[in-house]
């Protein structure tokens, strides 16, 4: 496969972030803002969400038929799916509680631009969805749909209910969404 020198530059570019923040191993569910510090340590604070409801849900079961039908969004060049290798974590715990929680909390903080250098996270069980803020950014609700089904077409190793980790790197827009195992090294 031949790459052309801008992708291999975004993915030399993103492997140096991946070990930027690394995620506490576990913290109860719910949604945090996670920085390093100037002592190069992970801070993390709760994020207080609404109590959102009426939230539109998606088709999101593994393998369906809107999982990726076509991308909905004209994502910015050099948009690419990652599968990093790292922890596996529980199916159950991404797909039937971290989605739909991390779809909650971005919707209910969409029009909230995440700080620089930030995580936007939702810890359910052992799985942490999320959203990378290389730069002031909102998290948007139909991004996380969209990158979610992009990631999970080509990050497909699934076994006995668990799942290997993935992320969409969004260069574009200094942003990354994925979906990862606590206590794994992101961003």
């Given at each position: 496969?031949?790459?052309?020198?801008?992708?291999?530059?975004?993915?030399?570019?993103?492997?140096?972030?991946?070990?930027?923040?690394?995620?506490?191993?576990?913290?109860?569910?719910?949604?945090?803002?996670i920085s390093v510090?100037?002592?190069?340590?992970?801070?993390?604070?709760?994020?207080?969400?609404?109590?959102?409801?009426?939230?539109?849900?998606?088709?999101?079961?593994?393998?369906?038929?809107?999982?990726?039908?076509?991308?909905?969004?004209?994502?910015?060049?050099?948009?690419?799916p990652y599968c990093?290798?790292?922890?596996?974590?529980?199916?159950?715990?991404?797909?039937d509680h971290a989605?739909?929680?991390?779809?909650?909390?971005?919707?209910?903080?969409?029009?909230?631009?995440?700080?620089?250098?930030?995580?936007?996270?939702?810890?359910?069980?052992?799985?942490?969805?999320?959203?990378?803020?290389?730069?002031?950014?909102?998290?948007?609700?139909?991004?996380?749909?969209?990158?979610?089904?992009?990631?999970?077409?080509?990050?497909?190793?699934?076994?006995?209910?668990?799942?290997?980790?993935?992320?969409?790197?969004?260069?574009?827009?200094?942003?990354?969404?994925?979906?990862?195992?606590?206590?794994?090294?992101?961003?």
């Amino acid at each position: 496969m031949k790459f052309s020198p801008v992708l291999l530059i975004s993915a030399i570019f993103g492997s140096a972030l991946a070990d930027s923040i690394t995620l506490p191993e576990s913290l109860p569910n719910g949604s945090y803002l996670i920085s390093v510090g100037a002592d190069g340590k992970p801070t993390w604070t709760e994020v207080a969400t609404a109590n959102v409801t009426d939230t539109p849900k998606r088709d999101i079961t593994p393998g369906s038929t809107s999982a990726r039908l076509g991308k909905r969004f004209p994502w910015p060049s050099q948009t690419y799916p990652y599968c990093p290798g790292g922890d596996w974590f529980l199916l159950s715990d991404f797909y039937d509680h971290a989605w739909n929680a991390f779809y909650d909390s971005c919707y209910a903080n969409g029009n909230h631009k995440f700080p620089q250098g930030t995580v936007f996270a939702n810890y359910q069980g052992n799985a942490v969805a999320y959203m990378c803020a290389y730069s002031a950014n909102p998290c948007s609700a139909d991004e996380w749909v969209d990158a979610v089904n992009w990631v999970s077409s080509n990050c497909v190793g699934r076994s006995d209910g668990w799942m290997e980790p993935g992320y969409l790197h969004v260069p574009g827009w200094n942003k990354r969404y994925g979906y990862a195992k606590g206590g794994s090294s992101i961003c």
